[in-house]
C-alpha cells in the first residue's frame, strides 16, 4: 500500500523559508513511473498546485509562486522536499505532497497534509 | 489563471442524481482531455474520483461519472447516498504546462 507523509514545523515566521519533506512507502521515486508533486490548500479551501519533480531531479513550477519555490529530491531515503522563501501570511495553508500521473495530469494519491501557519 | 468555475453549494436526496459543473476556457477544460475530480471529506485529503474526463480509478463506485463539452466539464452523481456528502473538486491541465482547481462545491444529501 503506497503511503505519502508530509512532515515539517507547523509555524513559520515572515520572510524566513518554509521547508516540508514528503516520505513516500510502498512505492520507489526512483521506478521513475510518476511525477511528485506539493499542493496547498488556503483556509478559504481553494487549492493550488504548486509544482511537480521526477526522480532525476528534473522540476517543473506554478509560475504564480513567481521562483519562490524548490522542490528537490533525496532518492536513497525515497524523499522529496519543497522549500518555499520569502513567506508571508499569504502562504498560511495546509500543504499536501502527492504522487502525479506521468503520461497525465491528475493526483492518485495525497498525503494527509500538514498545517503550516505564517506568523511571528 | 484563474481558478475554474464551480457552483457553491449542491444538494440532493438519497437516491436522486446530481451534476456539478466545472467551467473554464479553451485554455485550460476545452482544450485537453485532462480533467480530473476530487472528492475531500472534513478533514482528510482529497481523493481521486475521476481523470482525464471520464475515467475512473479502482474502487471507485459506478455511479460517479465524468463528462466534458465544449469549456465546461461535469460531474454526476447518481443514487446518492449519505457518505457522498463531501466537497468536490475539479481541476484541469492548462496550456501554460499547470494544473488549476476549481473553487470546490459542498454538496448537502438531504
Known amino acids: 500500500q503506497v503511503q505519502l507523509q508530509e512532515s515539517g514545523p507547523g509555524l513559520v515566521k515572515p520572510s524566513q523559508t518554509l521547508s516540508l519533506t514528503c516520505t513516500v512507502s510502498?512505492?520507489?521515486?526512483?521506478?521513475?513511473?510518476?511525477?511528485w508533486s506539493w499542493i496547498r490548500q488556503f483556509p478559504g479551501k481553494g487549492l493550488e498546485w504548486i509544482g511537480h519533480?521526477?526522480?532525476?531531479?528534473?522540476?517543473f513550477y506554478n509560475p504564480t509562486l513567481k521562483s519562490r519555490a524548490a522542490i528537490s529530491v533525496d532518492t536513497s531515503k525515497n524523499q522529496f522536499s519543497l522549500k518555499l522563501n520569502s513567506v508571508t501570511a499569504a502562504d498560511t495553508a495546509v500543504y499536501y505532497c502527492?504522487?502525479?500521473?506521468?503520461?497525465?495530469?491528475?493526483?492518485?494519491?495525497w498525503g494527509r497534509g500538514t498545517l503550516v501557519t505564517v506568523s511571528s | 489563471q484563474s481558478a475554474l468555475t464551480q457552483p457553491a453549494s449542491v444538494s440532493g436526496s438519497p437516491g436522486q442524481s446530481i451534476t456539478i459543473s466545472c467551467a473554464g476556457t479553451?485554455?485550460?477544460?476545452?482544450?485537453?482531455?485532462?480533467v480530473s475530480w476530487y472528492q475531500q471529506h472534513p478533514g482528510t485529503a482529497p481523493k481521486l474520483l475521476i481523470y482525464?474526463?471520464?475515467n475512473r480509478p479502482s474502487g471507485v463506485p459506478h455511479r460517479f461519472s465524468g463528462s466534458k463539452s465544449g469549456n465546461t466539464a461535469s460531474l454526476t452523481i447518481s443514487g446518492l447516498q449519505a457518505e457522498d456528502q463531501a466537497d468536490y473538486y475539479c481541476?484541469?491541465?492548462?496550456?501554460?504546462?499547470?494544473?488549476?482547481f476549481g473553487g470546490g462545491t459542498k454538496l448537502t444529501v438531504l
Open positions: 502527492a504522487r502525479q500521473a506521468f503520461f497525465s495530469w491528475y493526483f492518485d494519491l
Open positions: 510502498g512505492d520507489s521515486i526512483s521506478s521513475g513511473s510518476h511525477y
Open positions: 519533480m521526477y526522480y532525476s531531479g528534473s522540476t
Open positions: 479553451s485554455s485550460d477544460v476545452g482544450g485537453y482531455r485532462y
Open positions: 482525464d474526463v471520464s
Open positions: 481541476a484541469s491541465y492548462t496550456n501554460s504546462d499547470t494544473v488549476i
